[in-house]
């Protein structure tokens, strides 16, 4: 697969030297901004589930009229948590 560049980024240099202040043992700065973008992706990603499965839940309970408190909610989640910890125990 070819490879793509990304713009460049223009930043204080006192950004780019905290930066180089961190960097692990052989690691580069692009390599740190690679896995800083990778990063930032895939969190947008999982957000944006998270809110589509949000908008989804709440018009499910618009159409059926079921509405769960958050104490039902923690309660659910308590007993699976249980229940998965004595599977685990078993």
């Known amino acids: 697969m070819k ?3 990304l713009p460049s980024l223009r930043v204080d240099p006192e950004l780019r030297a905290a930066a180089e202040s961190v960097l692990k ?26 809110i589509a ?5 709440r018009e499910e309970s618009k159409r059926t ?7 039902d909610v923690l309660n ?8 998965a910890k004595a599977s685990r125990n078993q």
């Open 3 to 5: 490879t793509a560049t």
């Open 25 to 50: 043992e052989g690691e580069t700065l692009s390599s740190m901004m690679e896995d800083s973008l990778r990063r930032q992706i895939e969190y947008r990603k999982t957000q944006a589930e998270f």
């Open 53 to 57: 499965r949000g908008l989804q839940a």
């Open 65 to 71: 009229g079921v509405y769960y408190s958050a104490e």
């Open 76 to 83: 659910m989640m308590r007993e699976k948590l249980e229940k």
